[in-house]
């Protein structure tokens, strides 16, 4: 049985940095758990994506209120997946959920994954992430 354990949220001011860590178990390595990634949800909001990455060849996706502040990264032989959040905002502030078994899509310059929460099918429980001004 496939397990998710996130660690590494807390409470930070603005334009500080953390580093969420996501443990795997139960894969033989990450490779084989298609797309993982890293979403979240604030207080009375949707789900939504932050960013995901395809194990095999690594491609990745961030949803653009994050790019170029948060990356997304993994560790097959650990069977671990990082999410290095930088310049932190308060709108950040919410609770960050690890998901793995994501879909695979194809396309000419190879498999992607995109970043909706039905596409996934294994969830950790979360840990929060607080950002104040």
């Known amino acids: 049985q496939v397990q998710l354990v996130e660690s590494g949220g807390g409470s930070v001011q603005a334009g500080g940095s953390l580093r969420l860590s996501c443990a795997a178990s139960g894969y033989t390595s990450t490779t084989s758990a298609g797309c993982v990634g890293w979403f979240r949800q604030a207080q009375g909001k949707d789900r939504e994506g932050v960013a995901v990455?395809?194990?095999?060849?690594?491609?990745?996706y961030y949803d653009d209120s994050v790019k170029g502040r948060f990356t997304i990264s993994k560790d097959n032989a650990k069977n671990m997946v990082y999410l290095q959040m930088t310049s932190l905002k308060p709108e950040d502030t919410a609770s960050y959920f690890c998901?793995?078994?994501?879909?695979?899509?194809?396309?000419?310059?190879?498999?992607?994954?995109?970043?909706?929460?039905?596409?996934?099918?294994?969830w950790g429980q979360g840990t929060q992430v607080t950002v104040s001004s």
């Open positions: 990455i395809e194990t095999r060849g690594g491609s990745t």
């Open positions: 998901a793995a078994g994501g879909r695979l899509f194809s396309r000419n310059t190879g498999l992607y994954c995109v970043a909706a929460p039905d596409n996934f099918a294994i």
